[in-house]
């Protein structure tokens, strides 16, 4: 499959709600403030978020005020070229690190979001590129997460540093950036155990992991990015907010985005925060884990769908 059909098929749910929407409005002879209420409703039902659905709306209204659209492919032409330029600002590249040091991506997020298994399919894309990776398992209170970790080492080749049940995730945060170094490993991916936003002692842990990992290497991590299950919805707004304030994230990768009707979520949590998207969930496979691409997702939303 071509990279813009993995997000066409990984979107279908939420592009089959937008379709049937924007075609109701589009056989209309004339279009009222009631029926732009009810495309608003719609792409918030959607979890594009409050302020980017009234923005798209606000777009379509002032053009068929001007005369410019008429019809539903016209009506989602406008929503694509809005959806693009929302999620193209702040569209800047990884922060990898200078050339012969490792960068260390440190991966947070609620339990249950898909850290762990995104950990791995990160793996698995760098070093298809010839990348050397080490995995880090500092979910040390789950066995399950550190053997599904060495899981994804013994598929990818990715070397992975884990320690005895439940300890310190730092010590093994200490160890595993150490090693990064001394073997000269080209990234670091750190895993990390779900916690729930409102827990405080976690939420105090996830600090401590990101001030033990700077003490050894400074300036690192180079980028700490939180999973998030697009399932969720809106919720997920109020995950980032909370992990906004401790974790110091610098961007965001959207998960389980094939198996839900809330694939607007991308817009919401991109117009509320301006975390750049770096990678998407569109499948079980690992080469269903894709860089996130504004055009390819706003297509597939609202060109190409049928």
Avoid at 50 to 75: C, F, H, N, P, W
């Amino acid at each position: 499959m071509s990279i813009f059909s993995i997000f066409k098929s990984g979107l279908q749910k939420t592009t089959t709600a937008v379709t049937r929407a924007f075609a109701a409005l589009g056989g209309e002879k004339s279009w009222t403030d009631e029926h732009f209420e009810d495309l608003e409703a719609m792409l918030i039902s959607c979890d594009f978020g409050v302020t980017a659905s009234q923005k798209i709306v606000k777009d379509i209204r002032d053009r068929y005020r001007r005369g410019l659209i008429q019809t539903s492919a016209e009506l989602k032409q406008v929503a694509r070229e809005t959806v693009i330029g929302i999620m193209s600002q702040n569209n800047r590249q990884i922060n990898f690190a200078e050339a012969g040091k490792p960068t260390i991506i440190l991966m947070i997020g609620v339990n249950g979001s898909g850290k762990t298994t995104t950990a791995g399919k990160l793996a698995w894309i760098y070093q298809g590129q010839g990348k050397k990776v080490i995995l880090a398992a500092c979910d040390t209170f789950r066995a399950a997460a550190v053997e599904q970790l060495k899981l994804w080492g013994e598929r990818t080749g990715a070397q992975v540093i884990s320690s005895a049940p439940n300890a310190d995730p730092s010590s093994v945060a200490y160890d595993a950036v150490n090693a990064a170094l001394a073997r000269k490993a080209d990234m670091l991916i750190i895993d990390t155990a779900g916690r729930q936003h409102n827990r405080k002692a976690l939420m105090d842990e996830l600090a401590k992991l990101h001030r033990t990992i700077d003490k050894v290497y400074p300036g690192a991590p180079h980028e700490v990015w939180l999973t998030v299950d697009s399932s969720l919805g809106s919720n997920a707004i109020n995950q980032a907010r909370e992990f906004s304030k401790v974790a110091q994230i610098t961007g965001l990768v959207l998960t389980k985005l094939d198996g839900t009707g809330k694939g607007g979520m991308a817009v919401a949590l991109h117009q509320e925060f301006g975390h750049k998207v770096f990678f998407v969930g569109l499948g079980e496979r690992p080469e269903d884990l894709q860089d996130f691409d504004p055009k390819f997702y706003a297509e597939a939303m609202f060109v190409n769908a049928h």
